[in-house]
């Protein structure tokens, strides 16, 4: 389930400066896709349509097969799960900022999900910059940790589509390939959207889809967009 269609979409924020120009292209159920492209080139705004943040102006956006201005807000944002660049997190237990991606999760589900991301150690601790009713400090998480989080979440969530927007892009070398490795467990077989700026972080992608200019400038595989370089 989850498979995404854009078809000839067109978006502008501003009606004198158009973003996307007729975008097509299509993520199987299952499958990852990633968008590459330099900054500014409409990459995070294919994700804000796609949760319909805002709504685009001609073409359709399909989550199997339906257009998604026929689909409750509420369904579309169960549907999505999201890992961005920097996560942040609110005032309340690790665990609690896991469990508000599904709110009916047992105790149970956000300690195995705690578990497989490997933050089972603190999650009942608070995140750094708050402070327990005692005046406890939260614990200061590396940007590793709190991605970790952000994976713990998504595990729990458990949607059917995954957003990666330069989730690993402000990690260091070695740190992202840990979460790299981390995310491509939680995205195998679900239907995953990743965007990043450079080629060389999306070398699993079933396919990479390069947006220039509000438009496709070219797509292939990893090795194949190589060959052309
Ligand atoms: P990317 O993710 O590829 O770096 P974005 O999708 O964030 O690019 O942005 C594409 C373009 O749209 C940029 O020029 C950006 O400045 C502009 N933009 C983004 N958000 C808004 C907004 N809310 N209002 C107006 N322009 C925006
Ligand atoms: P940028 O870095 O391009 O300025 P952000 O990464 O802050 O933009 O966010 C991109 C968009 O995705 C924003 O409109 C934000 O509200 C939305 N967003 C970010 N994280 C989530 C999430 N977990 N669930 C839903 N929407 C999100």
Redesign the pocket.
């Known amino acids: 389930a989850g498979a995404i269609a854009f078809r000839d979409v067109h978006f502008a924020y501003d009606a004198n400066r158009p973003i996307l120009k007729g975008l097509s292209f299509e993520v199987p159920a299952g499958k990852t896709v990633a968008i590459v492209g330099p900054s500014g080139a409409g990459k995070?705004t294919i994700?804000?349509l796609l949760?319909r943040?805002y709504d685009i102006q001609q073409g359709e956006i399909l989550i199997d097969g339906q257009d998604i201005r026929q689909v409750t807000q509420k369904s579309l944002r169960n549907a999505i799960g999201?890992v961005?660049?920097d996560t942040v997190l609110f005032n309340d237990t690790i665990a609690y900022n896991l469990r508000y991606g599904r709110l009916d999760a047992t105790d149970r589900d956000v300690e195995a999900a705690a578990e497989i991301a490997q933050i089972g150690t603190f999650i009942r601790n608070l995140p750094d910059g708050f402070r327990t009713m005692v005046g406890e400090r939260g614990l200061k998480l590396s940007g590793g940790e709190k991605q970790r989080v952000a994976i713990a979440r998504t595990i729990l969530k458990a949607p059917p589509i995954l957003i990666l927007?330069e989730a690993t892009s402000a990690l260091d070398t070695t740190t992202e390939r840990e979460i790299q490795a981390a995310l491509d467990v939680v995205s195998k077989n679900r239907t995953t959207l990743v965007i990043a700026h450079r080629l060389s972080t999306v070398i699993n992608a079933d396919e990479i889809i390069v947006v220039k200019d509000g438009t496709i400038a070219e797509r292939g595989t990893h090795q194949a967009l190589l060959a052309t370089d």
């Open positions: 995070s994700s804000r949760y943040f999201m961005p660049q927007d």
